[in-house]
């Protein structure tokens, strides 16, 4: 309740400075009014997020709704249309590279702020459905298809789809294509293949699940490099993860044959005694598969089947995404663009999700290697568009239907 002015001002007084009348509520001031029913309905909407998540996304709610106000002229705090969303995310996007540059090399950009702009996207999901689901929204429909719609194409997985898209249609030059054969030649992955089809040659006795034997795959995993504690010798491929994803790869490049029990390479032993044996395109091939199989690996690894009921899915439901593929994929296709990533946001992704093994073993596969800071890692020269395919695969196969269009609370409207 207001306070009692203790006088009424002389009716013919002039005011030195204006007085907003008490009726006008900015957008801001509302939803801080609405702070409990806020924090109600995320908890209602959102009941697997912790308590530190919701808080963090109750709090860009109300900063979006305050930028919005400031910067892009939202007046009533269930109207918006595209514009003001448009105005938002440029003023978001000005003051966060104010923010980078101010810091410059004095320490680095205050975590909480490094990813305003991202943030400030992120948080327009919720809050547009808390707005259409507690008929606040006083916008139109077309207004919410449009800001909705806007939303989808300034996603992080779609922002970094588009980016990963644009590595893939660079022109194959001359030049290009000779750093990438160069690459290839030298990659430590492309050795173990080779190495790999040269134990192969001239066959081997495989099981009816087109495997090599069990007792053989102690041989089989040396040739990659990997050795196996021989306490517990591998069963089956898969008990072996590197190998398990260079079978599947030289499988898919068609370079091994099947055939009555044994398995032989598609080379011959002329071929696999030279120093490239591996035609160029069916080596490129062979290399993004293994990738796709390690990603694919670490995407299903930490999948905990007693979190969910299989039975209770719908027919067009998935599996929930693991963490680990949630927060490696930026790192990979921020690598995969030609970025450097720092210590620091790798440290912060394996505390996360334990995305350190997958790291380790790309960097010991030779598709990444260390960057110009300590720590810190780039993809290899020439292999960007090798590494940008088998991420933009899994990000579309998983991350498009955690994020888009704000699924999780879409299903509120």
Same mark, same amino acid.
């Given at each position: ?13 002039? #005011? ?113 459905? $808390?707005?259409?689901?507690?008929? #606040? ?26 980016? *990963? ?30 190495? *790999? ?39 089956? &491929? ?17 370079? &091994? ?36 199989? *390690? &990603? ?11 979190? $969910? ?36 946001? *790798? ?39 090798? &590494? ?11 991350? $498009? ?13």
């Amino acid at each position: 309740m207001p306070a009692k002015r203790s006088h009424r001002p002389a009716p013919n007084r002039r #005011r030195t400075a204006p007085v907003r009348a008490s009726s006008v509520v900015t957008p801001l001031e509302k939803f801080t009014s609405l702070h409990d029913e806020v924090e109600a309905w995320l908890a209602e909407t959102a009941p697997d997020l912790g308590a530190d998540e919701l808080q963090s996304i109750h709090r860009d709610m109300a900063i979006t709704v305050r930028m919005a106000h400031e910067a892009a002229g939202l007046t009533h705090l269930g109207a918006w249309t595209i514009e003001h969303v448009q105005a938002l995310v440029a003023a978001a996007s000005h003051v966060e590279g104010r923010l980078i540059e101010d810091a410059g090399d004095a320490g680095g950009v205050d975590p909480a702020v490094a990813d305003l702009t991202e943030r400030v996207v992120a948080a327009l999901g919720p809050l547009t459905v $808390f707005l259409v689901s507690t008929d #606040r929204w006083t916008g139109t429909q077309e207004d919410l298809d449009d800001v909705h719609s806007l939303l989808d194409h300034l996603s992080p997985a779609a922002v970094q789809a588009r980016a *990963l898209a644009e590595v893939l249609d660079r022109p194959d030059d001359p030049a290009a294509q000779a750093a990438e054969a160069a690459a290839l030649t030298e990659l430590p992955l492309a050795k173990h293949l080779v190495s *790999l089809l040269r134990w192969v040659e001239p066959g081997r006795e495989e099981t009816g699940d087109l495997e090599p034997r069990p007792q053989d795959l102690p041989e089989a995993a040396a040739a990659i490099g990997v050795t196996v504690d021989p306490a517990q010798p591998p069963q089956t &491929l898969a008990d072996v993860p590197r190998l398990w994803a260079a079978w599947v790869a030289l499988d898919a490049a068609d370079l &091994l044959r099947h055939e009555d029990g044994r398995v032989t390479t598609a080379l011959g032993s002329d071929a696999l005694a030279s120093d490239a044996p591996i035609p160029a395109e069916q080596l490129r091939d062979a290399v993004g598969a293994v990738i796709s199989e *390690l &990603l694919q690996d670490a995407a299903d690894d930490e999948i905990d089947d007693t979190a $969910f009921d299989e039975d209770q899915l719908d027919d067009d439901d998935l599996a929930p995404p693991s963490a680990t593929a949630v927060a490696v994929l930026p790192l990979l296709g921020a690598a995969a663009c030609g970025g450097e990533v720092s210590a620091e946001v *790798l440290a912060a992704a394996d505390e996360l999700a334990d995305t350190g093994a997958l790291i380790a073993e790309l960097s010991d596969l030779g598709v990444l290697r260390e960057g110009t800071s300590p720590g810190s890692v780039v993809v290899t020269p020439g292999l960007e568009k090798v &590494l940008a395919g088998p991420v933009l695969d899994l990000l579309e196969e998983i991350a $498009f239907d955690e994020v888009d269009d704000d699924e999780e609370w879409d299903d509120e409207v």
